[in-house]
């Protein structure tokens, strides 16, 4: 099985963990989560130079970031499928003394997570320190970020922006998960991100587009990202997801970002997704 | 003591002493970093920038994502120094400091200029007056509010050894520089400053000056003060609390913050559980600043050498 064969696997799995574990739970956010499961995938499982043992700093190695913490089931899922924890740990998701909190959090040091994000708009500004700390240590890896769309919403994101684009911090890749959807709604309707592609440029950026649900262009388009970078230019990918792909009755639509499924709805996701390492 | 502590000559700001703290440790801790909000000149960051511009990382009038990069370099092994106002170090940035480093365990020292009243002519709109008591409520955060120049540098060199994050407030105006060199800083750990057998005064921040004044007007009249200086709000020293009110039996609290949420408040709640006293809170009571002057502030806000006093007295005939 090639690696391209190989990666498509994992992220089915990964997506049958992702709505898995907000069926047990009852609770989360499956619609995003499956969105950006090739992401995760193509980052943990091929372009993320990452060690098996977690160490806070990250010296030495690609860090990643996730700021619209909501979609904690995918990173969840991508950590232990990478080997950070235990699959097994999947089942606790949501539940009382779980490392596995509603939102990414360091507080129960789950292996993998750096800071805890849920409130939006923090995390590119974190990954951002954490690129700086990586020239002041003259480590030349990478760190990445991945933001919401409407997350784009947050005032800080726009500091941020400014602040890497002033500083050159050329070191950090940014994806926006630009599904075009939010809890409310469309952005269009919640509230109009305008031409993103445009903002993004004139804030000193080097940006490019992706398709977020095709394992091939997601791997390309993540390796065309790392050579743009060390170039004096902060880089952002927006790439283009459909919120819950995977399961039909989720996909292109607000209203499974943030409900799960009942007992016939799981049964009918799961048909949809091959199990390819075996379910937690 | 209290003569010798009164006797002091020299004004200096508490700012003062921050950035001299600073300056010391770019020569002394490598790991040591800062940031700051535009506001390098008033938190007397220049010194560190100008020797360690490499470790300097300014980041204009954003101080929301200035929260954030400081989690970032501290998750990188630095230790960041954030700069800038107390009102843009807490109010406006609060969740950032909630979710990113407090929550996130982050060693990021948040170091806060320019708080209370004698900020002076600028008035209300950055006379910060809520800080602490915002800040307090975070799980884990350490938060200092030292009384003058020499407490404020000896602060400064001592978070950075602290791991953890932690708030360090201090102030714009000169003020007299009266802390004994030869007494230690450790953060914690309260400091008796005038022994007494009447009362138990416990001042922070500015308002220690002002509580050694009163109870140097009050020994002329036979009363006696133990002055404590309380410079780390959280965690608070009980034993040295608990001690002085088990002899004393009366309690004042002094400092340039709301009575809402401040020391006397964290005192009051210690002593409600471990020791019920009589008790006067010294603070400002449920108002905003204006501008003016520092001392005309203080005296118009409640924070005079005269509201300590008055204080003191009617808590002895409680």
Same mark, same amino acid.
């Given at each position: 099985m090639d690696n391209l064969e190989k990666l498509k696997k994992t992220a089915s799995q990964i997506r049958r963990d992702i709505v898995r574990m907000v069926y047990h739970a009852?609770?989360?956010?499956?619609g995003g989560s499956l969105g950006c499961a090739d992401f995760f995938t193509a980052l943990y499982f091929s372009e993320l130079k990452h060690?098996?043992?977690?160490?806070?700093? !990250?010296?030495?190695e690609d860090v990643f970031i996730l700021?619209?913490?909501?979609?904690s089931p995918v990173f969840y899922a991508s950590l232990a499928r990478s080997g950070?924890?235990?699959?097994?740990?999947?089942?606790?998701?949501?539940?009382?003394?779980?490392?596995?909190q509603g939102h990414p959090a360091t507080h129960e040091e789950?292996? !993998?997570?750096r800071v805890a994000t !849920?409130?939006?708009?923090q995390g590119l500004s974190v990954a951002i320190g954490i690129a700086l700390s990586k020239k002041l240590a003259e480590d030349d890896r990478y760190v990445y970020a991945l933001t919401g769309d409407g997350e784009l919403q947050e005032g800080q994101i726009w500091e941020a922006l400014m602040f890497a684009a002033h500083h050159q911090v050329d070191n950090l890749i940014v994806t926006v998960?630009?599904? !075009?959807?939010?809890i409310d709604g469309p952005n269009e309707e919640v509230m109009s991100l305008g031409d993103l592609e445009a903002k993004w440029k004139s804030f000193g950026w080097e940006v490019m587009q992706m398709e977020g649900n095709d394992m091939e262009a997601v791997l390309t388009g993540l390796r065309n990202a790392k050579s743009k970078t060390k170039k004096g230019k902060p880089v952002v990918i927006l790439m283009r997801t459909d919120m819950g792909f995977g399961v039909d009755f989720m996909?292109?639509?607000?209203?499974?970002?943030g409900i799960a499924p009942n007992d016939e709805q799981i049964k009918e996701a799961l048909s949809q997704l091959e199990e390819t390492l075996g379910d937690f | 003591m209290l003569k010798e502590l009164l006797g002091a000559k020299d004004k200096k700001a508490t700012r003062d002493g921050f950035g001299d703290g600073l300056f010391e440790l770019g020569q002394t801790n490598d790991k040591v970093v800062a940031l700051c909000a535009d506001l390098a000149g008033s938190l007397k960051m220049n010194k560190f920038i100008d020797t360690y511009p490499q470790r300097?990382?300014?980041?204009?009038?954003?101080e929301a994502n200035m929260m954030g990069v400081a989690a970032g370099l501290a998750t990188g092994g630095y230790i960041p120094f954030t700069g800038t106002f107390a009102n843009f170090s807490t109010g406006r940035v609060f969740d950032q400091i909630r979710q990113s480093i407090a929550y996130s365990g982050k060693n990021v020292k948040i170091c806060a200029s320019h708080?209370?009243?004698?900020?002076?002519?600028?008035?209300?709109?950055?006379?910060?007056?809520?800080d602490m008591g915002m800040i307090k409520m975070l799980p884990g955060l350490t938060v200092i509010n030292p009384c003058d120049y020499r407490q404020t540098k000896a602060a400064t060199l001592a978070i950075a050894e602290h791991h953890g994050p932690v708030y360090l407030r201090f102030g714009r105006p000169g003020w007299?520089?009266?802390?004994?060199?030869?007494i230690p800083f450790e953060i914690g750990k309260g400091i008796l400053l005038n022994e007494g057998t009447d009362v138990s005064v416990f001042a922070t921040g500015h308002m220690v000056w002002q509580s050694l004044q009163a109870a140097d007007q009050l020994s002329k009249a036979g009363i006696s003060c133990e002055v404590i200086n309380?410079?780390?709000?959280?965690?608070?020293?009980d034993a040295i609390i608990l001690d002085s009110v088990s002899k004393t039996g009366r309690v004042v609290t002094a400092e340039e913050?709301?009575?809402?949420?401040g020391l006397g408040e964290s005192i009051a709640s210690l002593l409600a559980r471990k020791s019920p006293s009589p008790m006067e809170l010294v603070g400002v009571d449920d108002s905003f600043g204006e501008s003016g002057k520092p001392a005309e502030l203080m005296n118009k806000y409640g924070l005079g050498v005269s509201d300590v006093v008055a204080a003191i007295k009617k808590v002895l005939e409680r």
């Open positions: 009852q609770s989360g956010h499956p060690k098996p043992e977690f160490n806070m700093k !990250g010296a030495n700021s619209n913490g909501h979609i950070y924890f235990d699959v097994k740990e999947l089942n606790t998701f949501r539940s009382i003394d779980s490392r596995l789950l292996p !993998g997570v !849920g409130s939006l708009g998960d630009w599904n !075009g959807q939010q996909q292109g639509t607000h209203k499974w970002h | 300097f990382f300014q980041c204009g009038v954003a708080a209370g009243v004698t900020l002076g002519e600028d008035g209300a709109t950055h006379q910060i007056l809520e007299p520089v009266f802390m004994p060199e030869n309380i410079h780390t709000i959280k965690p608070l020293d913050h709301q009575i809402s949420g």
